[in-house]
């Protein structure tokens, strides 16, 4: 088991009960999918899990250790572990392509390498790896904010890449990007899952990228999980549990 989330309760300071005993595993090498309406907690639930905000209450083990506490060093080091890529891309604009891809091993660089940009060959050669399983090496040089959405995206999880993360967390990965895009940047976190072996726990709003994507999925409603299963399983029945009577399914293909 890579990551076990165990009666996890999250309540912020304004009094929202974001999460409500939610608990759940992951094996390594599984490509999970967490659906749920807007504000049904999904984004909170991965922050949680790299503790970008700390839970209220319940446990989070992940690779048999207790993580849900750690500070320090041993945060940092849970940190290496989970690459995290996010919807808005969170690329710094005016640097390029490969200076940002390096930022995502800025944690374990020196203090000189960082501010000087004056990295080793290895580094360079790592940064320049993982474009190539993105396919966007030759953007290398580029300004990040000269690119288009969808290859914005790519290079943020070739960042996420350059520490070899055991779990890749994608928190609605290609809600900014029209379907076509949205299917090629999926292909890469498939890609990344299968040749990697990365375990992928990421956000979707549209059921037919998780049908096509997910090896199980979790709906979140409320702050709590209300299916957890097989992306086929997903009736017309529960899509209603899940998205409420009104819904209608839109594909994207
Ligand atoms: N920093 C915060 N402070 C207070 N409440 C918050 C905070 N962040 C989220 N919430 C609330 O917690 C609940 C869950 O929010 P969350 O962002 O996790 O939902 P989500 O499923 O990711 O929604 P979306 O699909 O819109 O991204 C919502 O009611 C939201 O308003
Ligand atoms: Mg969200």
Redesign the pocket.
Known sequence: MLLEVKNLHKIYKNGTHALKGVSFKVKEGEFLVIIGLSGSG??TLLRCINRLIEPTTGKIIFNGKDVTHVRGEELRDLKRQIGMVFQQFNLIKRRSVLTNVITGKLGSLGTFESIFEKFSDDVYEKAHSCLETVGISEKAKMRADSLSGGQQQRVAIARSLMQNPKLLLA??PVASLDPATSNSVMQYFEKINKEFGTTVVC?LHFLSLVRKYASRVIALKAGEIIYEGSPHEISEEWFRTIYGEEAEEVEIR
């Open positions: 999904k984004s928190d609605e956000n």
